[in-house]
Structure formats: structure tokens, C-alpha cells
């Protein structure tokens, strides 16, 4: 097949609450197999589909990996600056028209698993300047709980 190493990459799995821990194998850019980690303290070693499914998600060709945009009823790829700077000029516009709680954060499955968010999350939500920050408790089970 080739001569690159197989490696496995101990992570958590972040589509939901529970972080299952997931053994990766991966052999250069593909993935063999996703089990998972029986040493993980919590999931000791037992995953859920979705979890296996995570390969299906990052081998799907119609998977986005770039910026896109729609240009004249089409969807064409534009560089990681050009999209950071529209969408910056397109936040400042919104909120600048209606106001800072124009805009609303949400945090939930996947994103609030995902350490880039909970590195950096708090930083962008205090830069937005906006009131209007939800979550899946928000959404999903605090209307329940009332009902």
C-alpha cells in the first residue's frame, strides 16, 4: 500500500456530551480504523456510530475544506483572507445597522467540544459585543423543562 508509518492518535470524539475516547489509525492521509480507547477513564473503550462514522465525514467528496462563496448563482472557492476580511466588513456593517445584539453566538454540538472554541470562543464572543449568545440548553432544554 505504501511505506508510510501507521499511527495511532489518541482524541475525543466532540460530537456530543459525552467525549468518548477514540484510538485513530491513520496510515499518511488515510484513516484505518476508529475504535474506541480503552484506556479513556470515562468511555473505557466504548463508542457510539457516530463516532465511526467521523471517517465517513472527513472521506465525504463533497466534504468543504476551503472557503466558498457565492459568486453569480455559483459556489466558487476564495482564499482564507479574502473570506476572514468579507466577513469581518459584513459583521462591523450588521452590527453597525442594527445594533451589537444583532448578532447571536451559538455554542453546541459539535462546536462546543471543539478546543479551538474553548480556546478562543470566550475572546471572539467578548470582541461581538452582543447579548444574544445561545446554546443547546438555551434551545433545546431549558423550553423544555418549562413546558
Known amino acids: 500500500m505504501t511505506d508510510l508509518p501507521q499511527i495511532t492518535h489518541k482524541r475525543a470524539c466532540h460530537l456530543c456530551e459525552a467525549i468518548c475516547g477514540l484510538d485513530i ?22 463508542i457510539c456510530p457516530k463516532a465511526i462514522a467521523l471517517q465517513d465525514l472527513h472521506e465525504d467528496p463533497d466534504r468543504i475544506k476551503k472557503p466558498i462563496k457565492r459568486v453569480d448563482g455559483e459556489w466558487v472557492e476564495i482564499p482564507w483572507e479574502q473570506a476572514f ?19 447571536a453566538v451559538y455554542a453546541g454540538n459539535p462546536n462546543v467540544h471543539n478546543y479551538g472554541n474553548l480556546t478562543h470562543g470566550k475572546l471572539l464572543r ?6 444574544s449568545n445561545f446554546s443547546a440548553t438555551s434551545l433545546d432544554q431549558l423550553p423544555h423543562h418549562f413546558v
Not at 467578548?126 to 447579548?131: E, P
Open 85 to 103: 476580511s468579507e466577513i469581518a466588513e459584513r459583521v462591523a456593517a450588521l452590527q453597525g445597522e442594527h445594533g451589537n445584539d444583532s448578532l
Open 126 to 131: 467578548k470582541a461581538l459585543q452582543t447579548k
Open 25 to 46: 489509525v491513520t496510515q499518511g492521509d488515510q484513516i484505518l480504523s476508529i475504535k474506541g480507547d480503552k484506556d479513556d477513564p470515562l468511555s473505557r473503550g466504548h
